[in-house]
């Protein structure tokens, strides 16, 4: 399988489409419930940046770099957020898990928690991969402890690792699960959701 292959993935909570020009307006609605754009640590797009913010990640797909999705609740029936794989490197079967945010509404809810489990599946059960990371600024503190949650471990800090758009230099945390730790962690997110308690490992991050 590829690790671009469209595939969507679907929990309880949500469904995982892969991200596409039809999602535009709602992903505008979604990124203005919270205006996350407006905090300095995230990626998240304005409304008026959705459509070269999708074109972007087709594009990266296309070059088998990323493969992004949609996040939509099966509840409500809307999209609420957004989420991807990047950093490919199907050669060492690595991934990294991010660009992940959600509608205010939707954090801190079971959410979040069943899209990283679906994620990590799809990643160390189909794609075979030996490891998936997660990155996050070093000022978004709430990303950070809401990955601490999933199981992941913290492998360091990269020093000056990026040029955001407002000129300021990002240092980056680095976070990641190995294979032979996810079957506890797939233990772990599965209690979480059944017990009613992913909530708390799904945080209100957006990376």
């Given at each position: 399988?590829?690790?671009?292959?469209?595939?969507?993935?679907?929990?309880?909570?949500?469904?995982?489409e892969?991200?596409?020009?039809?999602?535009?307006?709602?992903?505008?609605?979604?990124?203005?419930?919270g205006?996350?754009?407006?905090?300095f640590?995230?990626?998240?797009?304005?409304?008026?940046?959705?459509?070269?913010?999708?074109?972007?990640?087709?594009?990266?797909?296309e070059?088998?770099?990323a493969?992004?999705?949609?996040?939509?609740?099966?509840?409500?029936?809307?999209?609420i957020?957004?989420?991807?794989?990047l950093?490919?490197?199907?050669?060492?079967?690595?991934?990294?898990?991010g660009?992940?945010?959600?509608a205010?509404?939707?954090?801190r809810?079971?959410v979040?928690?069943e899209?990283?489990?679906?994620?990590?599946?799809?990643?160390?059960?189909?794609?075979?991969?030996?490891?998936?990371?997660?990155?996050?600024?070093w000022?978004?503190?709430?990303?950070?402890?809401?990955?601490?949650?999933?199981g992941?471990?913290?492998?360091?800090?990269?020093?000056?690792?990026?040029?955001?758009?407002?000129?300021?230099?990002?240092?980056?945390v680095?976070?990641?699960?190995i294979?032979?730790?996810?079957?506890?962690?797939?233990?772990?997110?599965?209690?979480?959701?059944?017990?009613g308690?992913?909530s708390e490992?799904?945080?209100?991050?957006?990376?």
């Amino acid at each position: 399988m590829s690790f671009v292959e469209q595939v969507t993935l679907q929990g309880r909570h949500a469904t995982l489409e892969p991200l596409g020009p039809q999602h535009e307006e709602e992903i505008r609605s979604a990124v203005r419930d919270g205006e996350l754009w407006k905090l300095f640590f995230t990626t998240v797009p304005a409304p008026e940046g959705v459509t070269g913010y999708i074109s972007q990640l087709l594009a990266l797909r296309e070059r088998g770099l990323a493969f992004p999705f949609a996040v939509r609740d099966t509840a409500s029936g809307k999209v609420i957020g957004g989420t991807r794989y990047l950093n490919i490197d199907a050669a060492n079967r690595r991934v990294e898990v991010g660009g992940t945010w959600y509608a205010k509404r939707m954090q801190r809810t079971a959410v979040n928690t069943e899209c990283k489990l679906l994620l990590l599946g799809h990643a160390f059960e189909q794609l075979d991969c030996i490891a998936v990371e997660f990155r996050t600024d070093w000022f978004n503190k709430r990303s950070q402890a809401a990955i601490e949650r999933l199981g992941a471990k913290r492998d360091g800090v990269l020093r000056n690792h990026m040029i955001m758009a407002d000129g300021r230099v990002r240092d980056t945390v680095v976070y990641s699960i190995i294979r032979s730790e996810w079957p506890g962690v797939k233990t772990n997110l599965q209690f979480k959701l059944e017990s009613g308690s992913g909530s708390e490992a799904g945080g209100s991050h957006a990376d």
